[in-house]
């Protein structure tokens, strides 16, 4: 069973740091492609960040230059180290597993960006 469990969210002031943490299970993690997505309140699920299984990475433009994604395939887990935030990067963020046609998803961790 595929299961995906973030966890690092929380409330934190403009200019702050984070890291946000995904653990996984029940599948060969090494192999697949992992992406964050975050999720505002009235907004589509957007696309943050991703990293292949080679290790290449891509972002939103929104974050590049401020988020960093990466890997550990010991532990079957990938991060998302987020500096410099913003009041707009305030969401619920999602780790995300594509295999085959299908998503596996975590429940979420909230990112709260408030003085």
């Known amino acids: 069973q595929v299961q995906l469990v973030e966890s690092g969210g929380g409330l934190v002031q403009p200019g702050g740091s984070l890291r946000l943490s995904c653990a996984t299970s029940?599948?060969?993690?090494?192999?697949?492609?992992m992406r964050w997505y975050r999720q505002a309140p009235g907004k589509e699920r957007e696309l943050v960040a991703g990293?292949?299984?080679?290790?290449?990475?891509n972002y939103a433009e929104s974050v590049k230059g401020r988020f960093t994604i990466s890997r550990d395939n010991a532990k079957n887990t990938v991060y998302l180290e987020m500096k410099n935030l913003k009041p707009e990067d305030t969401a619920a963020y999602y780790c995300?597993?594509?295999?085959?046609?299908?998503?596996?998803w975590g429940q979420g961790t909230q990112v709260t960006v408030s003085s």
């Open positions: 029940g599948f060969a993690f090494s192999s697949n492609a």
């Open positions: 995300n597993a594509r295999m085959m046609i299908i998503n596996y």
């Open positions: 990293i292949t299984s080679a290790g290449s990475t």
